[in-house]
C-alpha cells in the first residue's frame, strides 16, 4: 500500500473559518486526489493534482482550493467553513495513467 | 457523462451464503474497473482492478469480472469479516479521473 497519511485525522472548527487539511505521501506517486465522503452520496471528487502545481477541478470543487508545491504534499483548503462541507475527507494517490488509485485513511471535519 | 450504479444498496447473508454484488458503468473508453473494499472509519481498500471485457480476479474468497457494461464481484462461502461496504469505481479515457459508485453494503451474519 502507498504510504499515506491525512492531518489532521479530525477537526471541528466553526462557520467562517478557513481550515487547512494535508495529505502526505511516500511512494512518489505522481496523481493526488481530495475526495469527499457523504451518506448517499458517495465518494465525489473535490480537485486532484497531475504534478508539481499541476491541478484541476473536479465535480465539487466550489468552496474549495488546493495546492502542491512538493510532490509528497497536496493540501486542501476551505477558504470560509460551511456547515455544508462537514463530511468526511479522503486523499488518494496514483502512480499513473490506468494505475490503481490508493486511499488514505481520511479526516472527519465537522463544521458547526 | 460517465456513470457507474452500483446493486443492491444493501445485502444481508448468512455465513456460507454466497452471492454477488453488481457495478454497471456507463463510460466513454474504459481505462480500468476497480473494486474496494471501506470498513467504518476508515479508507477504501483496494481489492482488483479489471482491464478488459472477460477478465477475471481471485483474492481469497472474492471474485471479480467484467463485460463490457458491468462487473460483479462474486463472494463464495462469506464470513462474518467480510462484512463492508464495497465500492466499484472506473477512469474512462481520455482524463485521469476515476467515477465511483454508491457501494453496496455487506453484511455477513454468523
Known amino acids: 500500500d502507498a504510504g499515506i497519511t491525512q492531518s489532521p485525522r479530525h477537526k471541528v472548527t466553526e462557520t467562517g473559518t478557513p481550515v487547512t487539511l494535508r495529505c502526505h505521501q511516500t511512494?512518489?506517486?505522481?496523481?493526488m486526489y481530495w475526495y469527499r465522503q457523504d451518506p448517499g452520496h458517495g465518494l465525489r471528487l473535490i480537485h486532484y493534482?497531475?504534478?508539481?502545481?499541476?491541478?484541476d477541478k473536479g465535480e465539487v470543487s466550489d468552496g474549495y482550493s488546493v495546492s502542491r508545491s512538493k510532490t509528497e504534499d497536496f493540501l486542501l483548503t476551505l477558504e470560509s467553513a460551511t456547515s455544508s462541507q462537514t463530511s468526511v475527507y479522503f486523499c488518494?494517490?496514483?502512480?499513473?495513467?490506468?494505475?490503481?488509485?490508493?486511499f488514505g485513511p481520511g479526516t472527519r471535519l465537522l463544521v458547526l | 457523462e460517465d456513470q457507474v450504479t452500483q446493486s443492491p444498496e444493501a445485502l444481508r447473508l448468512q455465513e456460507g451464503e454466497s452471492s454477488s454484488l453488481n457495478c454497471s458503468y456507463t463510460?466513454?473508453?474504459?481505462?480500468?474497473l476497480f473494486w474496494y473494499r471501506q470498513d467504518p472509519g476508515k479508507g477504501p481498500e483496494f481489492l482488483f482492478t479489471l482491464y478488459s471485457a472477460g477478465e477475471e480476479k481471485e483474492k481469497e474468497r472474492l471474485k471479480a469480472t467484467l463485460t463490457k457494461k458491468e462487473s460483479f464481484l462474486h463472494i463464495t462461502a462469506p464470513k462474518p469479516e467480510d462484512s463492508a461496504t464495497y465500492l466499484c469505481a472506473v477512469q474512462a479515457g481520455g482524463g485521469q479521473n476515476f467515477v465511483f459508485g454508491p457501494g453496496t453494503r455487506l453484511s455477513v451474519l454468523p
Open positions: 493534482s497531475y504534478g508539481v502545481k499541476d491541478t
Open positions: 511512494e512518489n506517486h505522481r496523481y
Open positions: 488518494a494517490t496514483c502512480p499513473g495513467s490506468g494505475a490503481t488509485q490508493y
Open positions: 463510460v466513454s473508453g474504459l481505462r480500468g
